[in-house]
């Protein structure tokens, strides 16, 4: 008898942790999206109303995620984008809590996290990611397949724009967007 209630507790245990694993989410109101030079790494820059508590430096393996910016956004409302976060690493923990260039301008004169003992202080998370292909749905779980996915496109129409319909490819101060929910797949 003991044995069943063990078993059973086991069983709702693991349940309970799918549920909860399969979809962190983290909610910001702007957002930033940098090409981190060989496609497809970016940097995904995510400010503003993310709890003190979130924790950072947690990314062990390559997790699918989707960054869905909300349709009140002025920029990229409605699009969202498929990414493979890069898992940390002794230099580069993922998240990471970060102050950048410009501090609570949010302007992003530049990518780099600052060396500070408050790195908090601009409620900003930096993640290290991969945009994927928006044909990467499937991979997704089904009430997600049905955004409206946009991707990287190579080259330029004839006006010199480039093709590709990422968030933050247009210069700044252009290249803000939000409010966003990043979900990631566990």
């Not at 209630?5 to 942790?17: C, E, G, K, N």
């Not at 493979?84 to 990518?111: H, I, R, Y």
């Not at 991707?151 to 319909?165: H, I």
Request: some cysteine; proline content about 6%; aromatic content about 12%.
């Amino acid at each position: 008898m003991m044995k069943k209630v063990l078993l059973a507790v086991v069983i709702l245990f693991s349940f309970i942790s799918k549920i909860h694993a399969d979809g962190h989410v983290i909610k910001a109101d702007k957002s930033m999206l940098y090409f981190a030079g060989l496609y497809p790494s970016y940097l995904l820059y995510l400010q503003g109303n993310i709890p003190e508590g979130t924790k950072d430096n947690w990314v062990d393996k390559d997790y699918w995620a989707v960054l869905e910016i909300d349709k009140s956004s002025k920029k990229h409302g409605g699009e969202a984008v498929i990414f493979k976060l890069k898992k940390t690493s002794k230099a580069s923990p993922q998240p990471e809590w970060c102050v950048t260039q410009g501090g609570g301008k949010f302007d992003g004169k530049g990518p780099a996290c600052l060396n500070t003992d408050k790195p908090k202080s601009m409620n900003q998370l930096r993640f290290k990611v991969k945009v994927q292909y928006k044909d990467t749905k499937e991979n997704l779980p089904k009430e997600y397949q049905s955004l409206n996915f946009v991707q990287y496109e190579v080259g330029y129409d004839d006006n010199g724009v480039s093709l590709s319909q990422l968030p933050g490819r247009l210069p700044p101060p252009n290249h803000i967007f939000g409010p966003v929910k990043l979900t990631i797949f566990k």
